[in-house]
């Protein structure tokens, strides 16, 4: 991942406020979205050597969106209200998997990197799930303000670890 990952932080800031409102429509995304980039990554590694480079950004495109097509008729099928409150933002996460692909994050050498953003976003996921359903912020604004003083705390943590 030697770009910058700017755009694939900014493509999943939409979920990441959208679906915590609550902690198990977050823990639920959580899973979906892991298990869809897991099985994209697989997939996308088997594929990646047999095509070509302007092949593989429709090979990517074809396969994120069928894998967030199945997942949408598993959760339309047998958790129907689970599927209505995820609502668009499963169609995000195909857009994160071309993103990822596009940066390089499924390179074998990049096992450091996955497991920081990863665990970055489940982190940022499951506490942001807990506050909102603790503090009853359920509006976007509160989610926005309690994103930016996590990561704000965050930025000071890492800068006073540093300094010692």
């Known amino acids: 991942m030697t770009k910058a ?3 694939a932080n900014a493509s999943m800031l939409a979920p990441l406020l959208g679906v915590t409102d609550t902690l198990p ?11 869809i980039v897991t099985f994209y990554g697989l997939t ?3 594929l990646r050597s047999r095509l070509s480079t302007p092949l593989r950004l429709g090979a ?3 396969v994120a969106a069928t894998l967030v097509s199945c997942a949408q008729l598993l959760l339309q099928a047998f958790a129907l209200p689970m599927y209505q409150q995820l609502g668009i933002y499963l169609a995000l996460i195909s857009v994160q998997c071309v993103v990822l692909e596009h940066q390089g994050f499924f390179e074998a050498s990049q096992r450091k990197a996955q497991l920081r953003l990863v665990g970055l976003f489940a982190a940022l996921m499951i506490i942001l799930g807990l506050l909102r359903a603790t503090v009853a912020t359920q509006l976007m604004p509160a989610g926005f303000i309690l994103l930016g003083l996590l990561l704000a705390g965050l930025q000071a943590w890492a800068h006073f670890s540093q300094s010692r």
């Not at 429509?25 to 979906?32: D, E, N, R, T, W």
């Open 25 to 35: 429509k977050a823990l639920s995304f959580l899973a979906l979205s892991t298990l």
């Open 60 to 62: 990517s495109l074809t």
């Open 44 to 46: 996308m590694r088997a």
């Open 5 to 7: 990952v700017g755009l």
